[in-house]
């Protein structure tokens, strides 16, 4: 099967054919239909970040599923499903207490070392697949506990965004930050996954939207999938901007950027009791200064993110269905569909603010 592969960091990514092994226990294999972009594979192809090449990455996954394992008892043959980064074992305390974003051992979803790899190199060479997913590819074989079942009624390309994309952006407003209806949200970085947390915050009943961007064209986007306002902070200061709007502050700001001078412009942001949530992770070395006295004084906290603190079995469903009824519209979040060949072009164009996501729907070429 043909796949896109990582071979040197830094090296871009290559179409090459591979050999993908029979599921088993477990595994679930899929006819890959859509796989999404994230600017995480792209800094993993750039950095390593703990992965060797020959690499496969790509966890934006949707697809139908073509054989199971023997043990498999979540999904059946045909099932239309979104694969999800999240790895867990089902067994540990986090687990076991509902947080399965925070697994102890996700190494328990994949194969061991005596067993043969699930993906290799025609020669043998086994190949990694990021996240246990490797959906940059015609096929994938992974463990059912990343799987969810989704409606066939969901277009693939927008079934994949909801693997990643929606599951940090929107799980960030609904899961992390549990905003209540009737609170004010700041969104800063309208892309992919910012917009995605615009439409989490129209679903959890915000009263006020902010998109806070450089890009006309993201906040036109943002405002297309429901903020109620939007600072361009390219043409303005983006906290008198905010304050002008929301004189109190705002209840819930999130920074999907990540560099310092956005992170101090977010708490600047928040109102009395606000809470400021890290979800951007900028070039990952960003670090702040902090006033203590003057968070306590305003009631304020600081949150970090990781994939929205989301439950895959139940927020994905969730999300297809709220798309399918209309009140998400993730049409909108996919501005750009490609071929398995193009995948360093997709990643520029994600960086022109007139793309959303760009997600891959041609594996033949
Ligand atoms: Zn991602
Ligand atoms: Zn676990």
Known sequence: ??????????????????????????????????????????TLAETGFGYSPPMVLGHEVAGVVIAVGE?????????????CLIQFCGRCVPCLSGHTHACLHPEATLRGPDQPARLCCSDG????????????AAQVLTH?????????????????????????????VLNTAKVRHGESVVVIGAGGVGLCAVAGAVLAGA?????????????????????????????TEPV???????????????DFVGVRAVVEQG???????????LVGIGDGTTRIDLHTLGMMSNHNRIVSVYMGSSNLKRDIPFYAQMALAGRVNLAALVSRQIALSQIDEGFR?????????????????
Request: with cysteine.
């Open 125 to 136: 060479q086994p190949v990694e697949q990021g996240f246990g997913l490797g959906g940059f």
């Open 349 to 365: 164009s994600l960086k022109d603010g007139s793309t959303a996501r760009v997600v891959i729907t041609d594996f033949e070429h």
């Open 240 to 254: 008198q901007a905010l304050k002008a709007l929301l004189p109190g502050g705002a209840d819930h700001v999130f």
């Open 1 to 42: 099967m043909k796949a896109s592969v990582v071979n040197a960091v830094g090296g871009g990514f290559t179409v090459q054919e591979l050999q993908l092994a029979q599921p088993q226990g477990r595994e679930v294999l899929i006819q890959v239909r859509a796989s999404g972009l994230c600017h995480s594979d792209l």
């Open 207 to 235: 009263s006020r939207i902010v998109a806070v961007d450089l890009a006309e064209g993201k906040l036109q986007r943002a405002r297309g999938l429901g903020a109620t306002d939007t600072i361009d902070a390219s043409q």
């Open 144 to 172: 059912e506990s990343q799987l969810a079942v989704v409606p066939k009624a969901l277009p693939f390309e927008q079934a994949a965004v909801l693997g990643c994309g929606m599951l940090t952006g929107a799980g960030a």
């Open 71 to 83: 043990q498999v008892s979540e999904c059946a043959v045909g099932d239309h499903v979104v694969g």
């Open 267 to 277: 708490l600047q942001m928040l109102a009395k009791g606000g809470g400021l949530y």
